[in-house]
């Protein structure tokens, strides 16, 4: 099993461009999240899904969309970058169990904003 | 990444000591309390976690444990060893049917040979 798998690992963007992330699993979990992590501040929650065609705002959805078309993708988009958007992007997912603190991250996809 | 380690508090401990890390939590409405580990260039891997009526929840060569009248959360780790060397962090599970985590700032630990 290959567990969250994130595409691409790598992206540099200019100010004002578009991209898209995307973050599969092959865990059959029922949620799926983005979080953002930045130097000295943790891991901070922008969106996340609790199934399929659902989606939540989390801690800093500003700038950012998302779409869970299919059980297994949850994708995270950028409309127009903004070097404030630099950062590393973790997908994670958990099964929908009440409690289950045990979420699955993804390696990481590093974008950067010029 | 490496990234991650800069700015974050750093713990130096020797290989074989015993590692506490500590955390402020905010939220006393959290249901649990959770520890991460985040190896460079890796994403955040789970621990332990203790849930808000308990004090102390032991694993393999860790221990949680929690005040909740200080509202703190440590881990204690035995025995450390150069696998042991990552960015450690708290969250809390606020929750509801969700399980959003929201993750502390991070500790450094650095296992010196």
């Known amino acids: 099993n290959a567990g969250v798998t994130q595409t691409p690992k790598f992206r540099v963007l200019k100010t004002g461009q578009s991209m898209t992330l995307l973050c599969a699993q092959d865990?059959?979990?029922?949620?799926m999240y983005w979080y953002r992590q930045d130097p000295g501040m943790g891991l901070r929650l922008i969106h996340y899904?609790?199934?399929?065609?659902?989606?939540a705002k989390g801690e800093v959805p500003d700038g950012y969309n998302v779409s869970r078309l299919k059980k297994q993708n949850f994708l995270l988009g950028l409309e127009s970058a903004a070097p404030s958007q630099t950062s590393v992007y973790f997908c994670?997912?958990?099964?929908?169990?009440?409690?289950?603190?045990?979420?699955?991250f993804g390696a990481g996809s590093r974008l950067t904003v010029l | 990444g490496e990234s991650v380690g800069l700015h974050l508090p750093t713990l130096s401990v020797q290989e074989g000591d015993n590692s506490i890390i500590n955390c402020a939590y905010s939220?006393?409405?959290?249901?649990?309390f959770i520890w991460y580990k985040q190896e460079s260039g890796k994403g955040p891997q789970f621990i332990i976690d203790?849930?808000?009526?308990?004090d102390k929840r032991q694993g393999q060569r860790v221990t949680v444990l929690l005040n909740k009248t200080v509202k703190h959360l440590s881990l204690q780790i035995a025995a450390t060893q150069p696998g042991d060397s990552a960015v450690y962090f708290c969250?809390?599970?606020?929750?509801?049917?969700?399980?959003?985590?929201?993750f502390g700032t991070g500790t450094l630990l650095a296992v010196q040979p």
């Open positions: 865990m059959n979990h029922e949620y």
């Open positions: 899904s609790v199934g399929e065609g659902t989606t």
């Open positions: 969250a809390e599970n606020k929750g509801g049917a969700t399980n959003k985590l929201i």
């Open positions: 994670a997912s958990s099964s929908n169990r009440v409690g289950a603190n045990v979420l699955t």
């Open positions: 939220n006393s409405a959290s249901d649990y």
């Open positions: 203790i849930r808000s009526n308990m």
